[in-house]
């Protein structure tokens, strides 16, 4: 008797169990089609560089989605008002001994036209200007005028050959490594500098998009350019100053 009463509910949760799993299969599915759908989109056209120093971070669906996150930090209110009142002042005297450092080893001078890439307020373009470079500027995906305008180092809104020296210390939140690097060599003038402040040792914050564990891929990546030199700093957590002299061509 009380087999005959079991056995159609085991058929019965056989087939839903059956239906659930079809179900989940299909959901895993779809998913990964969608997936498949958002790597291929414009700015992925080049594969992305990815060696044994040079990790980029999983968990980025699409470049949109990449994007959000990097405003999410950006646009954090709480982290904006750190920015602009007490980071500010400390920040800009830190900037400004490395950016007078450069102008002492003739890499940065009061005419170099500058720019800042992924500057948020903008405290190293303050103290480009303070320094006496005057024709100076930074770009980040929110824009804090004057010091800062709208602009995607993945794509910046410059002209080829506009800069003198380009500094940056957001090189961890790229997450296409080689466009970030190729951006800088199209923008920068023959003969023109660019400083890059990254961490090797210590990994970086949760917004990062790559993580690097060496200047090799960095001095790979820097095709039409020179290694100036490579020198440890103590800048924000950030280990170490590579600077690139883009060739004469
Ligand atoms: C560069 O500008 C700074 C600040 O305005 C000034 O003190 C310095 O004399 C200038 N240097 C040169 C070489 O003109
Ligand atoms: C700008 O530079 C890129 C890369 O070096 C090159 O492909 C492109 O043709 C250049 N554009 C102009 C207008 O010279
Ligand atoms: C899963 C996912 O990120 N889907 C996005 C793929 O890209 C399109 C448009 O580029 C978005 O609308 C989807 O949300």
Redesign the pocket.
């Known amino acids: 008797m009380k087999t005959n009463q079991t056995k159609p509910p085991i058929l019965k949760y056989f087939l839903l169990s059956l239906f659930l799993s079809l179900a989940f299969i299909l959901l895993l599915l779809s998913f990964q089609f969608k997936y498949q759908q958002n790597t291929s989109n414009p700015t992925n056209e080049n594969p992305i560089y990815s060696s044994g120093d040079l990790k980029i971070r999983p968990g980025y669906t699409s470049y949109e989605s990449y994007i959000q996150r990097q405003l999410h930090k950006t646009l954090n209110p709480k982290l904006r008002d750190i920015w602009i009142t007490r980071d500010w002042d400390r920040k800009i005297q830190v900037f400004i001994q490395f950016f007078q450092d450069l102008k002492q080893k003739q890499l940065l001078f009061n005419e170099s036209k500058a720019l800042a890439i992924g500057a948020r307020v903008g405290q190293e373009v303050e103290a480009l200007r303070r320094v006496g470079v005057s024709d100076s500027v930074g770009i980040d995906l929110v824009p804090y005028p004057p010091l800062v305008i709208k602009g995607d180092f993945h794509n910046q809104p410059f002209?080829?050959?506009t800069f003198d020296y380009e500094f940056s210390n957001v090189f961890d939140h790229a997450l296409y490594p080689h466009k970030f690097v190729?951006e800088i060599?199209?923008t920068l003038k023959p003969r023109g500098v660019c400083v890059l402040h990254v961490a090797l040792s210590r990994r970086s914050d949760k917004y990062s998009a790559n993580d690097l564990y060496s200047v090799k891929p960095l001095v790979e990546m820097f095709k039409i350019s020179e290694v100036v030199h490579v020198r440890k700093v103590d800048g924000f957590g950030l280990d170490t100053e590579v600077v690139f002299r883009k060739k004469n061509q």
């Open positions: 002209e080829n050959e190729g060599e199209r």
